[in-house]
């Protein structure tokens, strides 16, 4: 089994910038394709972004699109999301998630992972 732990969540005023991590332990090295997905309060998981082993190929929800960037250090089994000109909608609590998949797929989008973090939670104030 693979353990992901998210980290770098916080309390932020709008317009500010957070950098999540994710770290990966266990059998990381099973696992290609890696994402960040939230939840905000009273609504489903959404995705926000994707990025292939290589880190070559970047996925966004439209929401993101712009503002965030997703990348990873696979010498650190470590994915990051950069979060830019932060909004209070984008308050929720952030998950990485990681599959053994090799290709980005609709169905990661999906939330369809084999490995889930437990989550760190961003709160941005108006």
């Known amino acids: 089994q693979a353990q992901l732990v998210e980290s770098g969540g916080g309390l932020v005023q709008a317009g500010a910038s957070l950098r999540l991590s994710c770290a990966a332990s266990g059998r990381s090295f099973s696992i290609y394709v890696m994402g960040w997905f939230r939840q905000a309060p009273g609504k489903e998981r959404e995705f926000v972004a994707g990025i292939s082993w290589s880190g070559g190929s970047t996925y966004y929800a439209d929401s993101v699109k712009g503002r965030f960037t997703i990348s990873r250090d696979n010498a650190r089994n470590t994915v990051y999301l950069q979060m830019n000109s932060l909004t209070p909608e984008d308050t929720a609590v952030y998950y990485c998630?990681?599959?053994?998949?090799?290709?980005?797929?609709?169905?990661?989008?999906?939330?369809?992972?084999?490995?889930w973090g437990k989550g760190t939670l961003v709160t941005v104030s108006s």
């Open positions: 998630a990681g599959d053994r998949r090799p290709s980005f797929s609709v169905s990661h989008k999906l939330g369809g992972m084999d490995y």
